[in-house]
């Protein structure tokens, strides 16, 4: 399986600031999705990013509060903007390294967001 | 109501016991079952993926699938300290398109004692 990269790993951020999370991996892969973890709730889909095109955001989640750049196969950017304290969270960068739709996912170690 | 429900423990065991996670799910159309460990500070880690019902066996791992009843199951047998961690479920149809959205449990924790 790929190995995925994710940096900062951890950040402290004032509310009203905004912090870029990288994800870089180490295999081209086609699908490259951001995905938020709070406490005691299951892991949400933020979005997929698409390589060249705008990325496919989720039902309450959009472009604006999540900008999400993937410049090529192996790397992308989610960006929270503007934070509150509600985007505390653990966001992680996921992959799918198989050619079909059904392989499995692939996950980088998450970058840990507190925001005060 | 959830489409998959996790029973979210706290499980505590002692070593060597045998160790049965569950969840449950309300979409018929699932069809690939995973099951991802994830220590503490860490990302999930892929343990297990299966495809329609049925069991699937990968040393002290077992992973069984019942269609029918909605329901799959993880079994850790011989259960070790390096087994704490919490376990997610998760699962997804197959729509025929380039993205099939995995849907998953919110964990279980699990510490198995010394």
């Known amino acids: 399986s790929a190995v995925i990269s994710q940096k900062p790993s951890r950040d402290i951020c004032q509310r009203g600031t905004s912090l870029t999370i990288q994800c870089q991996v180490d295999?081209?892969?086609?699908?490259m999705f951001w995905y938020r973890q709070q406490p005691g709730q299951s892991l949400t889909l933020i979005a997929t990013?698409?390589?060249?095109?705008?990325?496919?955001?989720e039902s309450g989640f959009v472009i604006d509060k999540f900008p999400i750049s993937r410049p090529n196969l192996t790397f992308s950017t989610l960006t929270v903007s503007n934070m509150s304290p509600e985007d505390s969270s653990i966001y992680l960068c996921?992959?799918?390294?198989?050619?079909?739709?059904?392989?499995?996912?692939?996950f980088g170690n998450g970058t840990r967001l507190t925001v005060t | 109501q959830k489409e998959v429900e996790q029973d979210p423990g706290p499980l505590s065991v002692p070593e060597g016991a045998i160790v049965s996670l569950n969840c449950t799910y309300s979409?018929?159309?699932?069809?690939?079952f995973m099951w991802y460990r994830q220590y503490s500070r860490k990302g999930p880690e892929l343990l297990m993926y299966?495809?329609?019902?049925g069991n699937k066996e990968d040393g002290r791992f077992t992973a069984q699938v019942d269609k029918s009843s909605k329901y799959i199951s993880l079994f850790i047998r011989d259960s070790q300290p390096s087994d704490s961690a919490t376990y997610l479920c998760?699962?997804?149809?197959?729509?025929?398109?380039?993205?099939?959205?995995?849907?998953f449990g919110t964990g279980t924790l699990l510490a198995v004692q010394p």
């Open positions: 996921s992959v799918r390294t198989g050619a079909r739709s059904d392989s499995p996912l692939h």
């Open positions: 295999s081209q892969v086609t699908m």
């Open positions: 990013a698409n390589q060249g095109s705008e990325a496919t955001y």
């Open positions: 979409n018929s159309a699932f069809q690939y």
């Open positions: 299966t495809y329609s019902s």
């Open positions: 998760a699962m997804s149809a197959d729509y025929g398109g380039a993205t099939n959205k995995l849907i």
